[in-house]
């Protein structure tokens, strides 16, 4: 059973579209964050969502609450913008995140 | 800013052989988080500590165990290395449980048991 589900799990994109990737939850959160992974690894935190809308540049995360889904949307896409994005919620109960199994995303030039 | 790292990003280890996982925060956070990453399946909790000394079972403690002697470091151990281990080991750690707190991962350590 996954908490967490992507969609879709793989998008290939040429640059300069605008991308949507889907985050949908089962269980109560108190807050939903979107990361992102460069090959090589590391994550990095990209937004921290409990309602409504964020806007970092060019990259765009919205949470509905009463339908538990989230998107992330990333206009004017680019090459650098390649890489494995992930998103995670911190459940009401306990202290562990859950986790989707990512979205690789390939931008093309 | 705060630094999660772990000691090698790369590892070869032979099956049944200890294997020692090591990361080390620098901003005093009391969460520390062991995950392993695979193809499709996305990070399982391997153990987590709440504070020094303290551990708890993830989803997939199996052949693992951890070690907490000090509140900026949290060791990973696989006892006895097998195959089914190979995997991109990710090291976390958080200031405490508020819902406000994010982690920040290391880089990740790819070990590979031949």
């Known amino acids: 059973k996954n908490e967490v589900e992507q969609s879709p799990q793989n998008l290939t994109a040429q640059e300069g579209e605008f991308i949507t990737i889907n985050c949908s939850y089962s269980v109560g959160i108190s807050a939903l964050h979107w990361l992102q992974q460069h090959p090589g690894g590391g994550i990095v935190s990209l937004f921290m969502l409990s309602s409504g809308k964020k806007k970092h540049g060019r990259l765009i995360a919205t949470i509905n609450i009463q339908e538990k889904h989230s998107s992330l949307h990333i206009t004017a896409s680019h090459p650098r913008d390649s890489a494995v994005y992930i998103c995670?919620?911190?459940?009401?109960?306990?202290?562990?995140?859950?986790f989707g199994t990512g979205t690789s995303l390939t931008v093309i030039p | 800013d705060v630094k999660v790292t772990q000691s090698s990003r790369y590892l070869v280890k032979r099956t049944g052989e200890k294997v020692f996982l090591e990361c080390v925060q620098d901003m005093d956070h009391e969460n520390m988080f062991w995950y392993r990453q695979d193809p499709g399946l996305g990070l399982r909790l391997i153990y987590f500590?709440?504070?020094?000394?303290?551990?708890e079972k993830g989803d997939i403690p199996e052949g693992y165990s951890v070690s907490r002697e000090k509140k900026e470091r949290f060791s990973l151990i696989l006892e006895s290395a097998s195959t089914n281990q190979t995997s991109m080991y990710l090291c976390?750690?958080?200031?405490?449980?508020?819902?406000?707190?994010?982690?920040?991962f290391g880089s990740g350590t790819r070990l590979t048991v031949v």
């Open positions: 995670a919620v911190n459940p009401n109960t306990g202290n562990q995140f859950y």
């Open positions: 976390a750690s958080r200031p405490g449980p508020h819902f406000n707190y994010g982690y920040t």
């Open positions: 500590s709440y504070d020094v000394k303290m551990k």
